[in-house]
C-alpha cells in the first residue's frame, strides 16, 4: 500500500512542534501543577453575546449548507471593514470565508504553489508555517529576522533569496513569536520588491487588532498600488476570543478568488451559516476586547521584563502585538527544547522552545502572555530560580 508523498513531507511538521504543550497537558492530568504558557490562547471565554448569536442563529434554522465564498452577510461585513480600514472601496468579490486563518492560509498556497515553487518568508515564523508551504509542494526559504531591526523582516534581506522559482512572500504582521509590527515602509519596499519581480505577497494578519501602546497595525492591502499581488488573511480566532468557532477569510484580489473557489468548495463545500452570522456581527462592532486583551498583554509583557530581563544573562525581548514575549536564553544554553523541558520537570513552567519556530530562535523561549498577573509574575520567579542554577 503507497501513500501520498505529501504525508512523507509533513511528517513531524505537525503535533511535533508542540511537544511542550502536549507535556504540559500531560502533566496537568496526571495531577500535577502547571503553569501552562506555551499556547497563544485569548486571556478570556469568548464572549456571551456572541455565544448568544451563534445560538439565535441556530434557532432560526441557519443550519443548512452554505456556499463556497461565504454568507451575503458575512460578506457585507468583511466588506465593510476592509473598506474602512484601507480608506477605499474593497468589494465582497474579493473575500472568501474560510475556518479560520489556517485554512485560509492553506488555501492561498494550494491555489499559488506547484512542486519546486519557492517561498520566502521570515525565521522565526509560526509553526505551522513550514507545513502550510510543503503541504502545496513549495519550499519555505526563509530569510533571518533580525533582533537589531526588532525582527521586522528586511526588503534587502528578501530579495537576496529572490530566484526564478520564488512565486510569493509571505509576511505575518503583527508577527508570532516575535510580535513584530511592519510599518508602512517596510510594506512598501516589500511590495515594490513583489511587483518587480513578478511575485504574490501573502500577509497574515490574525493579530491585528492587538497591538500594544502606541504601534500601529498596517495592513499589507494598505497601498492600492499593490493590491492586484497582495492576500491577506484573518480570523476572529483572536480579535473576539473565539479560537474555537474557526470562522476566518481571506481578501485579495477578485480573480484570485474565482480561481481559489473551487479548490476551497472541493474541501469545504461552504461553511456554516450560524457561525457566519455570528461573524458578521462580531466584526461589524469596534475590536474592543481585543484592544483591552492587548493592554493586559502588554502589561505582562512588562512584568516579564522587569522580573527576567538581565538575570541569569538572559534578555527579554518585548512585543509591539500580539500574545507573545521572547527570552534570549543564550546566555545559559543552547538547547531551548531541553531547557524548556528541564524547566516544566523542575518547576511546573511550560514555556514553548524557540526551535519549534525555525532556526534562528534557537536558544530562546516563548512566554505566552495569556495568564493572570500573579501567575505570570509567580512563572517568572520560578524561571529566575531555575535559570540561576543552571546558569550556576
Ligand atoms: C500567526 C498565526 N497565524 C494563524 C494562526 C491560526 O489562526 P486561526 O485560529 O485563525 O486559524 C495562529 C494561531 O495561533 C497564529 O499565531
Redesign the pocket.
Known sequence: MQYAAVTTRLAGLGSDKWLLSNAAIARARAGLEVINLT??EPDVPTPGSLIDAAARAMAAGRTGYSNGRGEPALLRALSDRYSRMTGRAIGQDRFLCL???????YLVFQTLCDPGSAVILGDPM?A??EGLIRASGADPVPVTLRPEYSFRIQASDIEEKITQATRAIFL?TP??PTGAVLRPDDLDAICALAEAHDLWVIS?E??GDLTHGAAVFTSALANPAYENRVIA??????SHAA?GF???WLCGPAGFCVRALPLSETMLFGSQPFIADMTAEAIASPPSLAHAMAGRMAERAAIIHDALDGVAGMRVHRPEA??FALLDIRAISGDSQQFALDLLHATGVAVMPGASFGVALEGWLRLALNADDATTAEACRRIARFAGAEAA
Do not use: E
Not at 475556518?99 to 492560509?105: D, S, W
Not at 488573511?233 to 483572536?238: F, R
Open positions: 499556547i497563544g475556518p479560520g486563518t489556517q485554512t485560509a492560509l509560526y505551522t508555517y505575518n508577527h508570532n497574515d490574525v493579530y488573511t484573518a480570523s476572529i480566532s483572536k479560537p474557526r470562522s476566518g500580539g500574545m
